[in-house]
């Protein structure tokens, strides 16, 4: 969690964009509605909230699939990136807070972060977050929408933006 927190700190905050204000006791998250930069401690807030939402876990997977992006984008930045004085603490820091493979070095996981710099991220359309089962409750996919984006994906087309949900990078 402090990893979190600091890395976000060395690159200056990450830019956000919320649809509605998103506030929790349990994580701590109070964050108005629209763009906004996070430090931190916000961020880490924000990545740990799921009470806020009916969807719950599946949104917080949406929001970190988002706050990821946006960091990598703010990391790989020419603002960052060509900053020595906010790039190599970023690096140092990000690489202190990961656990990579013997023999991985900052260059590789620099040309990790540009690969993954725009991704499109998503979950499968849901149709009911808390459908009742006689074992508790289970998310049943949208089979229609589904199809839709899995025929997509299968035939390497461009997902249609109405499949596509959840918590912008502005």
């Known amino acids: 969690f402090e990893g979190l927190v600091d890395v976000t700190n060395k690159v200056g905050g990450v ?69 020595p004085f906010k790039a190599l603490p970023f690096g140092s820091s990000a690489a202190g807070s990961i656990s990579v493979d013997q023999g991985t070095h900052l260059y590789d996981l620099i040309k990790a972060g540009l690969a993954l710099r725009g991704p499109e991220t998503g979950t499968v359309p849901i149709a009911n977050a808390a459908l009742p089962t006689s074992s508790g409750e289970a998310v049943e996919w949208d089979h229609t929408k589904a199809l839709e984006l899995f025929n997509a994906l299968k035939n390497n087309q461009a997902v249609p933006t109405a499949l596509l949900s959840g918590t912008s990078t502005g």
């Open 15 to 83: 830019y956000i964009c919320l649809k509605q204000p998103v506030r929790d006791t349990d994580s701590g998250v109070n964050l108005k509605a629209g763009c906004q930069t996070l430090n931190g401690t916000q961020a880490l807030e924000f990545v740990r909230d799921r009470h806020s939402f009916a969807t719950g876990d599946l949104q917080r997977v949406q929001d970190q699939r988002a706050f990821l992006k946006a960091l990598l984008s703010k990391a790989t930045s020419p603002g960052v990136f060509l900053n």
